[in-house]
């Protein structure tokens, strides 16, 4: 596997891949079984796959959130290589943003709705550097989580916009035995939270209200930031002690 940071290096360098295609796996590290999901499928799906890791500070409406954020790069490495990934793109701040984030891409609707409303700026983050990273890579596929649905949609919606020549692919949600999503928030949960955590995911797929899933959540311990539902799909998010989850089910 390459390691780069450069952003013009890995764009010659993807520039001259002439046959096959190009998956890419934008991550932020901490890497676990929902990314090797990603993963794998980019890989089976692709000639070449890239893989980035960018602990993206533009997203963090929460500065405390960037400095709890787990990082394990030696780890992440090793498996990206142990999976045959073959380039990973690791740049720094600087050059990934050489106009120190005076230029941004913002989505004024889906965006304000859900996370949006109390993450401010949080999806002009991600739309950014999603943005820079595929204009750097350049793949034909970028491989996304259901799990961050919001993310996946705008994503979407971004490339359509925009008339981007890549293909977003959804990946479904994956899930510990108990029901709880994979997140590298996960990481951060004491063993109590930890133990509670999955009545998260059972109440959003169970036939209850959102009133009454809230009413649950609170007896339980956790901090209910919003439960919504939107067409046929249930969306949450809530805090154990200090650390954030979401979620969405199908319903
Ligand atoms: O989902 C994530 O890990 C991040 O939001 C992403 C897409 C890598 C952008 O920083």
Redesign the pocket.
């Known amino acids: 596997m390459r390691v780069i940071n450069e952003p013009q290096r890995i764009k010659k360098e993807m520039q001259e891949i002439s046959a096959g295609t190009i998956g890419f796996t ?3 590290g901490a890497l676990h079984k929902g990314h090797i999901s990603l993963i794998k499928r980019s890989l089976k799906e692709n000639d070449i796959s890239v893989v ?1 890791i ?1 602990l ?1 500070p533009t ?1 963090f409406n929460n500065p405390e959130d960037l400095k709890k954020y787990p990082v394990q790069t030696e780890k992440d490495l090793e498996i990206l290589r142990d999976l045959g990934v073959h380039y990973c793109f690791m740049p720094t701040y600087k050059s990934l943003y050489p106009d120190n984030y005076t230029y941004k891409i913002e989505e004024t609707n889906f965006s304000r709705q859900l996370c949006g409303a109390y993450r401010e700026g949080h999806f002009t ?2 739309l950014t ?2 943005m820079k ?1 595929l204009n750097i890579v350049s793949p034909h596929k970028a491989y ?2 259901e799990k ?1 649905y919001q ?1 996946l949609q705008l ?1 979407k919606g971004m490339a359509k916009a925009f008339f981007m020549d890549v293909e977003i692919v959804a990946c479904p949600t994956v899930r510990e035995e108990d029901g709880l999503a994979l997140s590298s928030r996960n990481k951060r949960l004491t063993a109590e939270e930890r133990a509670i955590a999955p009545l998260f995911a059972r109440l959003l797929k169970s036939e209850k209200s959102n009133d009454e899933i809230k009413t649950e959540l609170r007896k339980n311990g956790f901090k209910v930031e919003y439960i919504e539902t939107i067409g046929n799909r249930r969306f949450g998010a809530v805090y154990l002690g200090k650390v954030r989850l979401i979620d969405n089910v199908e319903i």
Do not use: A, E, I
């Open positions: 934008p991550t932020m980035s960018f993206n997203q983050g991600v550097v999603v990273l996304f989580g961050d993310q994503v």
